[in-house]
């Protein structure tokens, strides 16, 4: 069985400070990994996504995450957040062979000036 | 539309009653996918459609939740006899082709409430 796990709930930080937000994930097969924002009252929306080649994914709005096999890690950064990034964020894996996403708990970004 | 529908946006019913949850996808996304969240968690699998046909439904909680899409287009998650439980934030999904790396666009959600 595959699971997520974000490492923490809360991330409280200044803006224009860097951030990381940390996934794990645990899967016996070959994953495709994926992290969703979900803004106050609004629908998930992609960030970005590691499928395979480069380890290193960019995303929207400045984001980019690192996947490392040897850790199992998907942590997703940036470096220097804005008031508009205080959001939601969701790690996310694929279900085995399927289609279906398998999310983490969610880590809360609040950035304040 | 755009993007992903759900309608109503929210619902409140009460313990036993029966609802139902309706998802317009993106126009000619053959895909949809069924999750619910739950206060302070992520969102959970339930069903998944490849054109008509429940593809997955492995994620549904029990014999009480049941879904269609009768024309591969939109689909109503069906929840009878309710449980106060069964408050969450229901979320639909779309992508194009359902392959494993395609983009799952999401609805706005509809509150569930169960009193």
């Known amino acids: 069985a595959q699971s997520v796990t974000q490492l923490d709930s809360q991330v409280p930080v200044f803006e224009e400070a860097p951030v990381e937000l940390r996934c794990n994930y645990s899967s016996s097969v070959s994953v495709y990994l994926f992290w969703y924002v979900q803004y106050p009252n609004q629908g998930l929306q992609l960030l970005l996504k590691y499928l395979s080649g480069s380890t290193l994914v960019k995303g929207i709005n400045g984001f980019e995450a690192e996947f490392n096999k040897s850790q199992t890690s998907f942590h997703l950064r940036k470096p220097s957040v804005h008031i508009s990034d205080t959001a939601e964020y969701f790690c996310a894996v694929t279900r085995g062979a399927g289609t279906a996403l398998i999310f983490g708990k969610g880590t809360t970004l609040s950035v304040s000036s | 539309g755009a993007g992903v529908s759900q309608t109503p946006s929210n619902k409140v019913t009460e313990k036993g009653k029966y609802v139902e949850l309706r998802c317009d996808p993106i126009s000619g996304h053959t895909a949809l996918y069924w999750y619910r969240q739950s206060l302070g968690q992520g969102p959970e699998f339930l069903i998944y459609f490849q054109g008509t046909g429940a593809a997955d439904d492995s994620g549904l909680p029990n014999d009480r939740f049941f879904a269609v899409r009768p024309e591969g287009s939109v689909s109503t998650l069906k929840i009878q006899r309710t449980e106060r439980g069964d408050s969450a934030v229901y979320l639909c999904?779309?992508?194009?082709?359902?392959?494993?790396?395609?983009?799952?666009?999401f609805g706005p959600g509809t509150r569930l409430t169960v009193l």
């Open positions: 999904a779309s992508s194009l082709t359902g392959g494993t790396s395609d983009e799952q666009f």
